[in-house]
T-cell receptor, first 110, second 115 residues
Framework: SQQGEEDPQALSIQEGENATMNCSYK?????LQWYRQNSGRGLVHLIL?????REKHSGRLRVTLDTSKKSSSLLITASRAADTASYFCATDGNTDKLIFGTGTRLQVFP | GAVVSQHPSWVICKSGTSVKIECRSL??????MFWYRQFPKQSLMLMATSNEGSKATYEQGVEKDKFLINHASLTLSTLTVTSAHPEDSSFYIC???????????FGPGTRLLVL
């Protein structure tokens, strides 16, 4: 399977803490994207980072990419209860298809 | 961001019946649409890629005669689950991408329960 892996599988933190999720993938990529999914809902696009970029910010989100290690991380700073969701990384594998990671379920307690 | 809708949002059907799910891009022309399936607490698995006006490309292990995909216009793709069985019960999600866009925009998903 070309599916990427994320760790941790589940993460529980208190409001105000930072949450870090890691993603590893297997193929070369043009870009890597992070998505968020609330329980039983569709996916919301969070951020896209290209293969020639190393770090990207969007509000409270910070994404890093290390193509030599085929890994990425998503940092959510000052987390809120509303950040509770599953987070997926997805790579394009130099194709027009997205390959999703296994996901991290984040629980933020008020 | 771009908006993608799906209809219905949930459906319950009897085993052996066929179910059609629609995916629409509301404010952009989707040259490519994707259909995914997601089982509980698992990731999304790509089923097929459809380009407007051409036959869908199915992923390995996905039966094209069971999951019929039609992408008749730049704003609409349909997935028909034929002769549905309980093991087809799942969350089906479509996504759409237009032109040179790199980002796929996802619909809200359709939950299918086959009794």
């Amino acid at each position: 399977s070309q599916q990427g892996e994320e760790d941790p599988q589940a993460l529980s933190i208190q409001e105000g803490e930072n949450a870090t999720m890691n993603c590893s993938y297997k193929t070369s990529i043009n870009n890597l994207q992070w998505y968020r999914q609330n329980s039983g809902r569709g996916l919301v696009h969070l951020i896209l980072i290209r293969s020639n970029e190393r770090e990207k910010h969007s509000g409270r989100l910070r994404v890093t990419l290390d193509t030599s290690k085929k890994s990425s991380s998503l940092l959510i700073t000052a987390s809120r209860a509303a950040d509770t969701a599953s987070y997926f990384c997805a790579t394009d594998g130099n194709t027009d298809k997205l390959i999703f990671g296994t996901g991290t379920r984040l629980q933020v307690f008020p | 961001g771009a908006v993608v809708s799906q209809h219905p949002s949930w459906v319950i059907c009897k085993s052996g019946t066929s179910v059609k799910i629609e995916c629409r891009s509301l404010d952009f022309q989707a040259t490519t649409m994707f259909w995914y399936r997601q089982f509980p607490k698992q990731s999304l698995m790509l089923m097929a890629t459809s380009n407007e006006g051409s036959k869908a490309t199915y992923e390995q292990g996905v039966e094209k005669d069971k999951f019929l995909i039609n992408h008749a216009s730049l704003t609409l793709s349909t997935l028909t689950v034929t002769s549905a069985h309980p093991e087809d019960s799942s969350f089906y999600i479509c996504s759409a991408r237009g032109g040179a866009r790199e980002t796929q925009y996802f619909g809200p998903g359709t939950r299918l329960l086959v009794l």
